[in-house]
Every structure is written in C-alpha cells, then in structure tokens.
C-alpha cells in the first residue's frame, strides 16, 4: 500500500477534518472526537468517559485515560514527522483528580520538540469543568522507511 493510500482526510464529529493515518480500532471505541487542531501546534481529542472505563472506585481507570492520551499523541506524531511510521519510545502520566461517567475527557497534546529520530510531545486532560484531571509526556521515535 501506498502512503498516499494510508492517508484520509478524516473527520468523525465536530467538523474538523486534518488529514491522518486511517484510525486505528481503538481510537474509533473510544469515540473520539476531534474538537481543535492548531497546524504544528496541538491537537486536542474528547473521549467520553463510559461505565466500561471505570475502576472499581467508580472514576476512569488510569490505564484508559493513558490510552486517550496514547490516541491522541498519537495523530500528533503522524501530523508532525509526515509519516504514519512512528513507534512510542515512552509514555508518562500522571494522574490529578478522578472522571466520572457522563463526563467528557479532554485531552489536548502539543509538541514540544522535534528532531530527526525523536518527537517529544507533552499534554493534558481536562474534564467538562475544565479541571485537569492528568498530565502526560511522551517521545516518539520516527522509524526510517
């Protein structure tokens, strides 16, 4: 396939349409949806957070709050190098307040630094108060073709 071919101008909700990677399955169960995209800047993506998240506390277990940050780092990667062809060196969350079910999980990440091999990204995630419920860092490492 060619990388042309991988490519599609997707837009799931909102009206917001940048041109990615084909989603992968779980960005798509997670009902993302794209709320803004600053060319070279961020790219912020709200997840719902449903009752199939939860930790026995009742909130969003802290492994699917990464996974929302992982889905939209991500994008942002693909975005910022040109290729699909990145993989996730490592990931760092930390957690700051709890999110319920009925709420929206904002997660906007930016870039912080890009060279030829690695992209380090930073982010954060914001409930529908607007509250910071964590924070995340992350590098990815752009695979030669």
Avoid: W
């Amino acid at each position: 396939m060619k990388e042309s071919e991988e490519k599609e101008l997707y837009e799931p909700y909102g009206g917001i349409s940048v041109e990615l990677p084909a989603p992968p399955p779980c960005f798509v169960n997670m009902k993302a949806r794209l709320v803004e995209y600053k060319p070279g800047v961020s790219l912020t993506v709200a997840f719902p957070v449903f009752e199939i998240y939860l930790n026995p506390g009742g909130s969003m277990q802290g492994g699917i709050i990464t996974a929302a940050f992982d889905n939209v780092f991500g994008p942002l990667c693909a975005i910022a190098s040109g290729t699909p062809k990145s993989a996730m060196v490592d990931i760092n969350t930390s957690y700051h307040r709890p999110v319920f079910p009925g709420d929206e999980l904002a997660v906007m990440a930016r870039v912080k630094s890009k060279g030829k091999r690695i992209i380090h990204m930073e982010g954060e995630a914001y409930n529908r108060d607007k509250k910071l419920v964590a924070s995340a860092s992350c590098d990815y490492m752009i695979l030669n073709s």
